[in-house]
């Protein structure tokens, strides 16, 4: 259908006839004579019924069409049936929900791109006939979301973040349920730790009491052992009172060691030994007590030599606690076998017995600390609980491991095994000293290896109480101690060679000190009122006093406690329990050196000076200072003590005490012999100088009083010196 120029219809064709009619039909007079027209969906036009479900009749008879979220670019075409007006009439359109204002156009087509998801009005009318209601004609347009932004979408959306919330709650629920779990464990073993460290302090405090009574018990008994007048019963009583308390200081001793090696404290000092050798020495050590239990007591091994690195102090230990354990548990009549053998790289010690045997469930747990199997059908006693746990530190600080195989009723065999060659072992560690293996046995040897020790220290030289003093002047020592029992012990010690003066604490030893000038001071550390590092640091730091050797005895037996008690100032540092012949050897060399300087000074032909090693680092700073003092002053007439005492800011009597007891010798005789040491030199070396010369210029008042004084000293005048010289 088209209208010509004049206004005339022509329909062309049988369908645009009968639509035509069908349009005729439905523009009735009542309603708008403009309609939809035509629907173009992404440029294709929708027809009813066309497959895509747009249009199910004529969009004029449309009053709703739903799109999809990819069908939004529409164009909807115009179409009116008054064809009396003008053709180029304006015609107003709006969509609701899209358009703000109406928009104004003289075409017959209106399209939309890009529509966002919603429900839309498309309305429109025509310029002229805004004030005719029933002009405007209307389309309801619904552009649906996509799958993703839909109600039902939205509510998955939410079902699932509640889910996620949930589950995030019940995660974090269990995990703070987790925290407060580990927490409270952590907690648990702090306590469990913190209670075992109380124990540990508790007994290392309490190891510390005993060291002095187990002291004073061993030095009464070693008193009484080398006394001649013993019959051999009351010996046999003694020396089993002195194995029990050599007992009772490893015990103390294994507590310490245990104490220190938590702490860090206890280092390694390994060197290549023997290790057949060496376990042997410890295994002949129970064999007198294995004949006394009957038991079948074994020693094994394929070869005489398996040389390996370790500290044979503390790996003595370890072989020490497998036997004693073996021995505890072990019946009369049973078996126990110790045997050495290399495997591959290893070297292994194994230790096994028929005793009472070690259940399962216990086997994880021995090396724990203070734990202990409850086996009932040992009758034997029970140990500290920390043997084992020992044994497993140290094993694990010689790079080792320890193993150990038991059956309930049938018996233990503990393994452990150590690596050949020393590349696992720091040089600190690799630090060896000579005779270490030696001392470590006869030091820690149990109860029950003690009497043959014994027996030969029974005919070792004279008891101690029968040395006597050589000289008619006895050395001064002066013992200070809080314990009475222990103060009387050394006083009964030292008085056959010493003149013994005694103080109840540090301060009352100091103030002893200043009055009686004593050559040796012997002074406990853990005292009342003023302790022994106190007074050494005080008597090392006062110019009257610092002369004086100082020797600290104390039962704290840590390196880092001997090293401070030596930084304090202290010439030696003994620990108990201590030997009374090595505490009287101390004691003597410090005299024994002083006496050397002595005889240095006095001019008795030691060759070389002993002042490195007999004096502390003050006094030797004092004697250069008065040394280099007296050389300013060769050539001053005037030059006397009191001239030495004012240089060096010091009163003459307390000069004079000072040179006595460094050098022996007074200001007088020190000066004198500096001078006759410078002559000595002079007349062998400088042979242009003549004995007058020489005696001016050291500021003698007459050539006879030197030579006079040369020939005192040197026992040959000078010019005895000379005629050899050029001889």
């Known amino acids: 259908m088209y209208r010509d120029d004049s206004g005339v219809v022509y329909i062309s064709g049988t369908n645009g006839l009968a639509l035509f009619k069908e349009k005729l039909l439905y523009a009735s007079p009542a309603k708008s004579l403009l309609e939809f027209d035509n629907l173009f969906i992404l440029n294709d036009e929708i027809r009813p019924n066309d497959g895509t479900g747009i249009l199910t009749d004529i969009l004029p008879k449309t009053s709703d069409i739903y799109l999809s979220y990819k069908q939004n670019n529409i164009r909807i075409e115009l179409a009116t049936f008054d064809y009396t007006n003008d053709l180029n009439r304006l015609f107003e ?28 009005t498309l309305r429109a009318h025509a310029v002229d006939s805004k004030t005719n209601p029933n002009e405007e004609i209307r389309l309801n347009i619904h552009v649906s979301a996509p799958f993703y932004a839909t109600n039902w979408a939205y509510l998955f959306y939410l079902l699932c973040a509640l889910g996620v919330l949930i589950a995030f709650i019940r995660f974090k629920t269990r995990q703070a349920a987790l925290k407060s779990s580990l927490e409270f464990e952590r907690k648990e073993k702090e306590r469990i730790e913190e209670l075992n460290q109380t124990k540990l302090r508790f007994f290392t405090n309490i190891s510390h009491e005993f060291r002095t009574p187990l002291t004073l018990i061993l030095g009464q008994i070693e008193v009484l052992m080398q006394m001649d007048k013993l019959g ?4 046999n009583r003694i020396l089993r009172i002195y194995k029990n308390a050599w007992h009772m200081r490893n015990l103390i001793s294994e507590l310490l060691d245990f104490r220190k090696q938590e702490q860090g404290y206890l280092k390694l000092k390994v060197e290549e030994q023997n290790l057949v050798t060496f376990t042997r020495q410890i295994y002949m050590s129970f064999y007198e007590y294995a004949q006394k239990k009957e038991i079948n007591y074994r020693f094994e091994h394929v070869e005489e030599t398996i040389s390996v690195w370790f500290d044979s102090i503390q790996m003595q230990k370890v072989i020490f606690n497998l036997l004693s354990n073996a021995f505890k548990h072990t019946p009369n009549k049973g078996t126990i076998t110790v045997e050495v053998r290399k495997i591959a790289s290893q070297a292994v010690v194994s230790v096994s017995d028929t005793g009472v045997g070690i259940s399962e469930e216990h086997i994880s747990k021995i090396f724990e600390r203070f734990y202990q199997a409850d086996n009932s059908v040992s009758s034997l006693t029970s140990g ?96 200070v101690d809080d314990n009475e029992e222990l103060l009387s012990l050394l006083s009964d010690i030292f008085y056959p060679m010493y003149e013994v003066h005694m103080a109840r604490n540090g301060r009352e030893g100091f103030e002893m000190a200043k009055q009686i000038q004593p050559d040796l001071i012997l002074s406990d550390v853990m005292m009342p009122e003023m302790s022994g590092k106190e007074l050494c640091y005080k008597i090392k730091t006062n110019v009257e006093l610092s002369h004086i050797s100082v020797v600290l005895l104390t039962a704290q037996t840590s390196v880092e406690y001997i090293v401070e008690g030596l930084m304090f100032g202290a010439d030696d540092y003994v620990t108990k329990p201590f030997n009374i012949k090595m505490l009287v050897a101390r004691c003597n060399n410090l005299i024994r050196n002083k006496k050397r300087l002595h005889a240095y000074y006095a001019g008795k032909g030691i060759a070389e000076s ?106 040959v005048a000078p010019q005895g010196v000379r005629s050899k010289k050029g001889e």
């Not at 008619?472 to 013992?479: A, G, N, T």
């Not at 500021?699 to 030579?707: E, K, L, M, Q, V």
């Open 384 to 479: 500290t609980g920390i043997g084992l746990a020992l044994v497993k530190g140290l094993m694990s600080m010689h790079h080792g491991t320890i193993d150990v195989k038991s059956e309930l009723g049938k018996g233990t065999k503990f393994t452990i095994s150590l690596p050949l060659g020393n590349r696992h072992f720091s040089d600190e560690e690799m630090a060896t000293t000579e005779g270490r293996g030696e001392i470590a046995i006869q030091e820690d040897l149990p109860l029950l290896a003690y009497e043959q020790i014994s027996q030969e220290q029974e005919g070792e030289g004279a008891p101690v109480q029968e040395q006597e003093q050589e000289e008619e002047d006895k050395p001064v020592i002066l013992v």
């Open 93 to 120: 359109y709006r969509l609701d929900g899209f358009d703000h204002s109406w928009t104004q156009t003289s075409g017959t087509s209106i399209t939309y791109t890009n529509l966002p998801p919603g429900d839309y």
């Open 232 to 235: 051999t019963t009351v010996y």
């Open 610 to 715: 002993p002042v490195s090693e007999a004096i502390n680092e003050r006094d030797k700073e004092l004697l250069e200072r008065c040394v280099a003092i007296v050389r300013e002053n060769f050539e001053n007439p005037q030059f006397d003590v009191t001239t030495l005492a004012s240089e060096l800011c010091m009163g003459r009597s307390k000069l004079y005490m000072q040179f006595k007891q460094m050098t022996g010798l007074t200001p007088n005789e020190f000066i004198l012999k500096v001078k006759l040491d410078e002559a000595m030199f002079l007349l062998k070396n400088h042979p242009e100088l003549n004995v007058s010369e020489i005696s001016i210029r050291l500021g003698f008042s007459s050539p006879r009083y030197f030579s006079k004084s040369f020939k005192a000293i040197f026992g």
